[in-house]
Each structure stands twice: as structure tokens, then as C-alpha cells.
């Protein structure tokens, strides 16, 4: 079993080229849920919709987010009885919020729900929430408010100057079940180009997964959310800095790095692979901007290529490595910077 963690679009492209190379049923997707907000009194859950819609082939092919073919009916006559749109959903997408809501107030869990709509847009890979517990990303800006991840992004564009994040409720959170049975039991763990910030970080927020990443004897391998110190897309490099991390592929890696293995970098970073594997981490390079389903499959390639050859022979993800990449050779131990913080 494969298992990944994931935000968004990043994320979500990233998994459509992973389920090209392994059998989704053997692929568990945890999911970040600090996004998840109550808008018309509906539970709308991002990160998970993008993943679903995505893999689904339903997902709008120039967002990236929200469905193709999509209307906004609904979306317009909230508009005319003066209720607020900034965050606008459109009608398809709305069913899904519906049913979503519907069955938490009748008592499912998140996790419940998820697998239930999983199965409904015929996927057959396992997505879990981070947490089935009540979370949310919030961000603190420079002129003393505190704002939900969605109106700091999407409501005010991301334009406040950021002093803090933090997941609210995270202390009394628990992993969804099964959770930390599956990082511990996984063959490889693959943190996806996700915002490190506000998608992977807030997951990591959840206890017991930092814990569980760091004694699971598979190999966590990352691919970079920065190229060519630059986001792909998103507000990585406006978070980044807040939380005192640098906006490049090592500033990334030594957030993760007492407990992450491998490190995807783009070519345009191999500059930083030295830096990188002083921190302990082996380093594989290819085309990482994932704008074609083919470029999402190549990289998920070369990420289990690089997972291979980490946990060394015997276990080959993939028998060809194309990654073009440098640091330690197989069968080397699971190097970890533990001592480093």
C-alpha cells in the first residue's frame, strides 16, 4: 500500500499520475482538512473535492478546482436576496456539499462521508481525512485580524501580509481511523507538491502524525512545491516566510527533514541538491511543473524510483529510475536529521 498526503491541485495532479503507475486500491490519500468551511450552511471540504473531482475527470480542466460544464443558478439568486458569493459555488458542486452535510448531521463521520462520495464518482482508491475532529486554518495578518484559510485567500485574494498560521482546534484533534495504521504499514509514504504551509503543515498539525511519519520504517519521499524558487501556483511564498522558511526546494526540505527520506526537486533546482542531502535526504531531479497528465505520471515515477531506491533491493517500485538523480545508493539505512530541528 502507497500512501499519500495532499492538498489541492497540486496534490491532485500529482495523484492522477500516480494512479497511472499503481493500482488505486492500493493508494490511501490523507487528506488536508484545515480548508473545510461552513458556507450557506453547508460543510464544504476543498482539498478532498479536488482530489475526488480530479481523479473523477469531472474536476474544470483551467482551474483545477470546481466541476467542468459547470452553472451558478444557485450562486445568482444568493446573489439577488443579498447573501454574501465571495466564496462561489456552483450547482453540480453543490450537490456534493449537500449530500456531505446531510449525512455528518445525521451522524457519520467525515471519513464516513468521504468514502461513501469516493464510491459514488467511481474511484477505488481510499481518501481519508486528516482528522474527523472539527479543524481550521486559520491566518493571522499584519493589521492584528485573524482570518479563515478562505477569506485570507479566496474573499481577499491573499493580499494581507501574513505574521502567523496556525490549525485551530488541532490540540484536541485525533487522525482519522486508520490513519496512522497506514503510514506505519505503508510500503512508501509520498508527500505530494502541496502548499507546505497550509495543506501539508496542517495536516502535520494533526497529533500523532509527525510521530507516526518518523517511525514508520517505509520511505517518505516528497516532491517539491517550489521551482526555481518560485510557487507553481497558490501563496506558498507569502506563508513561507511567516513561519520562518526559506521559498526554495531546501527551505521546503528542512521543514520535513526529521522525517523525510527523498526529495523530488524540478531541474531548474539542482543548484540545491548538495544543500539538501547535507540534511540526510537523498535527492532525485526531474520536470516537476505537472501540466500534462504525462508529466504528473513521470513524476510519480521517479518519486517511487527514488522510494526504491532508498528502502534498497529487494523493493522496486518502479524498475526503471528516470529521475536523473544523485545522493545515496540502495540498500543505504533510513537517514534521518532526528538531532537536527
Known sequence: MFVALAGGIGAARYL?????????????VIANVGDDIELHGLHVSPDIDTVVYTLAGVVHPEQGWGRRDETFHIAEELARVGEPTWFRLGDRDLATHIVRTARLRAGATLSEVTAELVTAFGLELRILPATDDP??????????????FQE?????????????????????????PGLIDAIL??????ICPSNPVVSIGTILAVPGIVDALTETG?????VSPIVGGAVVRGMADRLLPAVGAAVSAAGVAAMYRTWLDGWVIDRRDLDAAGEIEAMGIAVAVTDTVMDTIETSEAVARTALALAGRIRGPGWVADPLDPSGGTG????????RARAVA
Open 218 to 222: 517505509a520511505p517518505v519521499v516528497g
Open 328 to 335: 545515496p545508493t540502495p540498500g543505504e539505512a533510513k537517514r
Open 152 to 176: 485570507y485567500w479566496v474573499r481577499e485574494h491573499g493580499a494581507p501580509p501574513v505574521v502567523g498560521v496556525r490549525l485551530d482546534g488541532a490540540d484536541a484533534a485525533r487522525p482519522a
Open 135 to 148: 479543524v481550521a486554518t486559520r491566518i493571522a495578518t499584519a493589521d492584528g485580524r485573524e482570518l479563515h
Open 16 to 28: 492522477r499520475g500516480l494512479v497511472r503507475v499503481v493500482a488505486p486500491s492500493d493508494i490511501t
Open 185 to 190: 504499514g505503508a510500503e512508501a509514504v509520498l
